[in-house]
């Protein structure tokens, strides 16, 4: 795994079109003038439409959080591993179920892991 490191102005969207805040601890380290962000970090989601179909309608169920379950080991900051375009996140429900992967749909171009 490798790729492009991710920053706070990476964009990302959740598999149903809502948008991804992204806030990081690291406040040493930037690429393209935002901060590189960790496998540690905390991210909302925000205009999930997403709704689970029900006998009496639907439910809305929106992703509300990220979770990253795999950064780049390889390249650390504070001995946590960085997060890039080939990293992977979970998108959370308020209700803490997995709905799917996060797509990282820009990012910066000067950094990356390898």
């Not at 601890?25 to 439409?49: E, K, R």
């Not at 992703?63 to 959370?92: A, R």
Request: glycine share 8%; net charge negative.
């Amino acid at each position: 795994m490798a790729g492009r490191l991710l920053t706070t102005n990476s964009q990302m969207m959740c598999p149903h079109g809502g948008t991804v805040q992204a806030s990081t601890s690291n406040s040493s380290v930037s690429a393209d003038s935002g901060h590189v962000l960790l496998l540690s970090d905390t991210m909302s989601v925000s205009g999930c439409p997403f709704q689970i179909p029900s006998p009496s309608g639907t439910i809305p169920s929106p992703c509300t959080t990220v979770q990253w379950v795999v950064g780049e080991f390889s390249v650390m900051i504070n001995n946590t591993p960085v997060l890039s375009e080939s990293s992977v996140g979970l998108c959370i429900s308020d209700k803490g179920i997995p709905q799917g992967t996060i797509s990282v749909v820009s990012t910066q171009s000067a950094a990356s892991a390898s």
